[in-house]
């Protein structure tokens, strides 16, 4: 290559971390839109969803996974298959690790996982920087300094961010560009995400299901979309799109939570979820949504393939 040309790299960048660490929420401030979906229950996201930033010297491809937890269901281990089949794939690892938390046993455990892929270089990303105060945070910065070397791992940088306040999160792609390897685009210029819109889709409603539902419900949850068609007959310049979705439960006497009384808790995740579609789609959306029960989904291997994992 000729030194007068300045040169362009792109590749991909994964986040781990905990559940709940703020993957999600940094791939999505790093994106600049909404590609996964974040809550603050924990496991929220269930597949690798990619974000793409497009620089002038670079395309960084984000790849966000589930969070690496111990498994109490089938679902659970295929969430942590996922997680460790893209660590091979990736060419740097962002380790995700709160800033308002002590590093803990969930913790250690990934890093004595990730100090055995040798030849990906590793950036420690404190989380949610926003949550403590200074001393906090440096005291935060030397733990993790500490667990590298307890485990092994040679940070190739450790970095403080908080995606919420947008605070460093423009450093954090900085860091990452130089670990990637020389080459052209990967993803057409202005794509965002590989995300299919009806998987897209089905996370917004499934997001807006998450949102006030306590214990074991945001896990038994499942969206599916069904089918989405432009309604017929309508003017060209007033189109509507409709969707028709499935909400899954594993047990029929979650029906009532979902549903709410008189169908008002549905109506109105039904309402969040629509906004959300609308404002990805650009088009005013009819959404049908329906609660079905997929008897123990987590656990059942032929309802996880239907479910899509
Ligand atoms: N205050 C603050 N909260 C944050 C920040 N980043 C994430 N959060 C919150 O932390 C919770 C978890 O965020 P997610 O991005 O869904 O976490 P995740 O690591 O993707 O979680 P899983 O998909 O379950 O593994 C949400 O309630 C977020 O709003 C941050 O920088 N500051
Ligand atoms: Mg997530």
Redesign the pocket.
């Known amino acids: 290559m000729s030194t007068s040309e300045p040169s362009h790299r792109s590749g991909f960048a994964c986040?781990v971390?905990?559940?709940?660490?703020?993957?999600?929420?940094?791939?999505?401030?790093l994106v600049g839109i909404k590609v996964?979906?974040?809550?603050?229950?924990?496991?929220?996201?269930?597949h690798t969803v990619r974000g793409i930033v497009h620089r002038p010297d670079a395309q960084l491809v984000l790849v966000?996974?589930?969070?690496l937890h111990k498994p109490r269901t089938l679902l659970g281990q295929r969430l942590n298959d996922v997680v460790r089949a893209t660590w091979a794939e990736v060419d740097a690892i962002g380790f995700?690790l709160?800033a308002n938390e002590k590093i803990g046993p969930g913790d250690r455990f990934i890093a004595k996982e990730l100090s055995q892929i040798k030849r990906t270089p590793k950036v420690a990303v404190v989380?949610?920087?926003?949550?403590v105060d200074n001393d906090a945070l440096a005291e935060q910065l030397i733990a993790v300094d500490q667990l590298g070397r307890e485990v092994g791992i040679e940070w190739a940088e450790i970095v403080p961010?908080?995606?919420?306040?947008g605070?460093q999160v423009s450093l954090l792609a900085d860091l990452l560009v130089p670990l990637l390897p020389e080459g052209p685009p990967l993803y057409p210029e202005g794509d965002l995400t590989d995300e299919p819109e009806q998987v897209m889709i089905a996370e917004l409603i499934r997001e807006a299901a998450l949102e006030g539902v306590r214990d074991e419900l945001p896990h038994s949850i499942a969206v599916v979309v069904e089918e989405m068609l432009p309604r017929e007959d309508r003017p060209a310049d007033r189109p509507l799109l409709d969707i028709h979705a499935y909400l899954f439960i594993e047990r029929s006497s979650q029906k009532g939570i979902v549903i709410g009384p008189k169908g008002a808790r549905l109506k109105d995740v039904g309402t969040k979820a629509r906004r959300q579609i609308e404002a990805l789609l650009g088009t005013p959306v009819f959404l049908d949504l329906h609660v079905k029960v997929a008897k123990d989904w987590q656990r059942d291997p032929k309802q996880l393939r239907r479910l899509g994992f």
């Open positions: 986040f971390g905990r559940p709940n660490a703020g993957k999600s929420t940094l791939t999505n401030a996964a979906i974040t809550s603050n229950r924990p496991q929220t996201t269930r966000d996974t589930p969070g995700c709160p989380t949610k920087t926003d949550l961010v908080s995606a919420t306040a605070r």
